[in-house]
């Protein structure tokens, strides 16, 4: 048997497999979620992995996940963030993942989500937010963390992406260093995260999961404003298809 897990998520797909073969990749889902479901179910197909098989169970979830057609079972993403987080975390833990259009803050006791919250609208605190500063400073994602650890903070406090940007293009115009205004990116999405883990009480033991959950940068940063240690993880952005697949081999 091989147990599926998809997480299309608004910027980025996630897969893992598990049973016969257990392979994990990544798609950037692009402007149609149907597109990018198919590339998948052809990925899938050249690691003889047939979605429409009897042997095959998958369950979707993620922004994209009514785009899944074939899918068993179609689940949301508090509920397979909070399987993948803990299967990562070794056990109950609070998990904050950093998507492309929301925060979430998942509380995860005696193996059960029991809390969590949500980022309201606005995509300040988010993927998308660094992705906006990173082009508007011309550079990567990665380059934005890698000038932000070089950088002396500037204080950008608009809470709304778009008035935040135009506090960034002003400290580009007086001739702000990129790596200063970078430094002020980075900070600004870490308090805006750090201020909706307030809002909870948080487990002891605490891990980042989306895109950025790998940066140990940011990790250590939310840990300061936080006051407590927060983990990275190579395997976090995969948290949401590796729950997905987890809760596969229970159908």
């Excluded at 056990?91 to 803050?105: A, E, F, L, M, Y």
């Excluded at 407590?228 to 809760?247: F, P």
Aim: glycine residues 10%; neutral net charge.
């Amino acid at each position: 048997m091989n147990y599926v897990g998809i997480d299309i998520g608004s910027t980025a797909s996630k897969v893992v497999t598990l049973g016969d073969k257990n392979i994990e990749f990544v798609l950037p889902t692009g402007w149609s979620s149907k597109e990018t479901v198919d590339e998948i179910k052809n990925r899938l197909l050249s690691y003889d992995i047939d979605v429409c098989d009897d042997n095959t169970k998958v369950v979707a979830t993620g922004y994209g996940r009514i785009s899944v057609d074939f899918a068993d079972k179609i689940i949301t993403e508090i509920t397979c963030h909070g399987k993948g987080g803990t299967e990562i975390a070794k056990g109950d833990c609070t998990i904050i993942d950093i998507g492309g259009q929301d925060t979430k803050v998942i509380i995860v006791e005696n193996n059960f989500v029991s809390d969590f919250i949500m980022n309201d609208k606005c995509s300040a605190g988010t993927g998308k937010f660094i992705e906006v500063m990173a082009n508007r400073l011309g550079v990567t994602i990665d380059e934005l963390f890698n000038m932000a650890k070089k950088g002396e903070t500037v204080k950008i406090s608009s809470l709304c992406t778009v008035f935040a940007e135009s506090e960034v293009i002003s400290f580009i115009g007086k001739g702000a260093k990129r790596e200063d205004i970078a430094a002020g990116v980075i900070d600004s999405v870490a308090s805006k995260v750090a201020t909706l883990c307030n809002k909870k009480k948080l487990s002891d033991k605490i891990i980042i999961t989306g895109g950025i959950s790998h940066n140990e940068y940011f990790a250590d940063l939310l840990s300061k404003k936080l006051k407590t240690k927060v983990e990275c993880s190579k395997k976090g952005r995969y948290a949401g298809a590796l729950g997905a697949a987890l809760l596969a081999k229970e159908l």
